[in-house]
């Protein structure tokens, strides 16, 4: 069955970094674009970071609140898909998502990893 597992989450200080890694089975993995959500509480889910598959050459695409500090991967040898974060603001707090898309029908959710943003 598919499966999404994200890992790496925790508690860091306003300005360091995290690494989060999504392993992914169950599907063709190169077939799907892959993205990174994120919902803070009382918040919508909200899109972070996206790549697309790889007959659409892994183009990336983020919102204007993490560009240049958050930037996504994708190893379709291991499927799986990362997000590196850096220079993190307490605003990043949330549960972070890794999304997997092929049609409305084939979108696959994980059940998220925790980032917490705090001194």
């Known amino acids: 069955q598919v499966q999404l597992v994200e890992s790496g989450g925790g508690l860091v200080q306003p300005g360091g970094s995290l690494r989060l890694s ?29 790549i697309s598959n790889v007959a ?8 204007d609140s993490v560009e240049g500090r958050f930037t996504i991967s994708r190893d379709n040898t291991k499927n799986a898909v990362y997000l590196q974060m850096n220079n993190l603001k307490p605003e990043d707090t949330a549960v972070y998502y890794c ?14 990893t925790q980032v917490t943003v705090s001194s």
Do not use: I
Request: charge should be positive; glycine fraction near 12%.
């Open 56 to 63: 659409h050459g892994g183009s990336t695409n983020y919102p």
């Open 22 to 50: 999504c392993a992914a089975s169950g599907f063709t993995f190169s077939s799907y674009n892959m993205s990174w959500y994120r919902q803070a509480p009382g918040k919508e889910r909200e899109l972070v970071a996206y």
């Open 99 to 112: 999304n997997a898309y092929y049609t409305d029908y084939k979108n696959y959710w994980g059940r998220g």
